[in-house]
């Protein structure tokens, strides 16, 4: 058993690979977008909401892949390790079934339901060539989650550097040459993009398998032992996994509808957007690893018999994220312009781009103050707790972007402080449910 403590070193040990795949994995989508914006605002545009059309529905995956993380770290705070195999098998049971179930939604649903939401019959065009292309990433996409559920949740995340960065490597290689039809491949433009992805997963899925048997993964912790699907096993499971998949969901789901809104404000608003958000992500690294871990580490403390390092380890980790984040910021505070020529050559865009990268780094604060407090919450298993919690958030958000920017026709910079908005009751609902201390009653 890989044991935790409530220290900054092992918040670090847990977080610090973690972070450093998803540095891989995010300039992965930096780059993407900015070779997309050398195709024009509309293919950029496109891009923007094809890919968190399909995020969205991803995140239904991420989010039960946390749920496993999860109920894998309780087990591994108790010791059970041969209980860890099952649950991990029939997570990818689930996983597999729903990337099929998605596939098909895309397949039949997506048109209709875009071009309900679109007002650019462009950016429509453009966003479903992506989507065609990319639904085929769900199934090997999914199977990756699987793993990353694995590692986190056993506190072994050193091996997340390796296949995030074999994934990133890949992409950025693939986008080049297909997106531009380098290295005698065809030129696809935005479909290049999509397979690009959809093939790097794959490889990134044959490492994850091919380590796994290598480090004795699969006889120390039974792992693919693929008995008879076990309903029992599911309990647990989808107790505390189904509210984090609604969860993730819902939470990127407010954002597509947000970019939804955006895009009535005008394409050049919409491009813009998206180069913030790549930017935006990349910056949210950290504190994405450190949330990860959270939930980690606070399922891992409760197994252990340690409820009441719960919050000081919290705190610990909040510090570390205010820290970082108030680093990070700087970048947007002098460098808009030339953070926003990365992404784009077209000055009107860069013009654009440069007052929302501003708003963003009030936004990361918020974010840092928000996530990791929630995140704590979640890893506690109070997930059905922490999924109120989100669609009360989720609706003051929505609800606050369409009057700011339909009732009030606000600028694109203004509808962007809604980040802020969201990100502050999302910490604030969670201290308040945390102080009860209801979720040390939780069993899994």
Aim: proline fraction near 3%.
């Amino acid at each position: 058993m890989t044991a935790v403590e409530n220290t900054y070193r092992s918040i670090w040990r847990i977080s610090g690979p973690i972070i450093i795949g998803l540095v891989a994995q995010n300039l992965m989508v930096a780059i993407d977008t900015a070779f997309l914006g050398r195709l024009g605002e509309v293919t950029l545009g496109a891009a923007a909401v094809g890919g968190l059309f399909y995020l969205c529905l991803v995140m239904l995956g991420a989010g039960f892949s946390v749920g496993t993380q999860i109920v894998i770290g309780r087990r591994n705070g108790e010791g059970n390790k041969k209980h860890i195999g099952p649950i991990f098998d029939h997570g990818l049971y689930f996983l597999f079934t729903l990337a099929i179930l998605l596939f098909v939604i895309v397949s039949y649903l997506a048109p209709s339901f875009l071009s309900w939401f679109l007002q650019s019959e462009r950016v429509l065009a453009e966003g479903l060539i992506f989507l065609e292309h990319r639904r085929f990433g769900f199934l090997f996409g999914f199977l990756v989650l699987g793993f990353n559920a694995f590692y986190i949740g056993t506190a072994r995340t050193n091996i997340l550097i390796a296949s995030t960065m074999l994934m990133a490597a890949f992409n950025i290689f693939l986008d080049y040459a297909l997106i531009f039809g380098h290295f005698g491949m065809p030129q696809m433009g935005i479909a290049g993009a999509a397979w690009a992805t959809n093939i790097a997963e794959l490889v990134t899925f044959a490492f994850l398998v091919t380590w796994s048997w290598k480090n004795r993964s699969f006889k120390v912790y039974s792992l693919f032992s693929f008995l008879k699907p076990n309903w029992q096993q599911y309990r647990p499971l989808m107790k505390v996994a189904v509210p984090v998949m609604f969860q993730y969901f819902f939470s990127f789901s407010a954002w597509f509808v947000f970019f939804m809104v955006i895009e009535q404000i005008g394409e050049t608003a919409l491009a813009a957007s998206n180069i913030t958000r790549s930017f935006y992500m990349l910056l949210m690294i950290p504190v994405w690893g450190l949330s990860s871990a959270t939930n980690s580490l606070v399922s891992n403390l409760i197994g252990q018999g340690k409820s009441h390092e719960v919050i000081p380890l919290i705190k610990k980790v909040l510090f570390t994220g205010l820290v970082i984040n108030l680093v990070i910021v700087q970048f947007n505070i002098f460098f808009p312009q030339q953070i926003a020529g990365f992404f784009t050559n077209e000055p009107h865009l860069i013009e654009a781009t440069v007052p929302l990268l501003r708003i963003v780094s009030v936004a990361l604060l918020s974010f840092a103050f928000g996530m990791i407090i929630f995140s704590g919450l979640s890893g506690t298993g109070k997930t059905f707790v922490a999924l109120i919690i989100e669609v009360i958030a989720i609706a003051i958000y929505i609800a606050t972007a369409f009057f700011l920017a339909i009732a009030m026709d606000a600028s694109a910079p203004t509808v962007w402080l809604v980040e802020v908005l969201y990100f502050a009751l999302l910490g604030a609902i969670s201290i308040i449910y945390l102080g009860t201390g209801k979720w040390k009653l939780v069993r899994l």
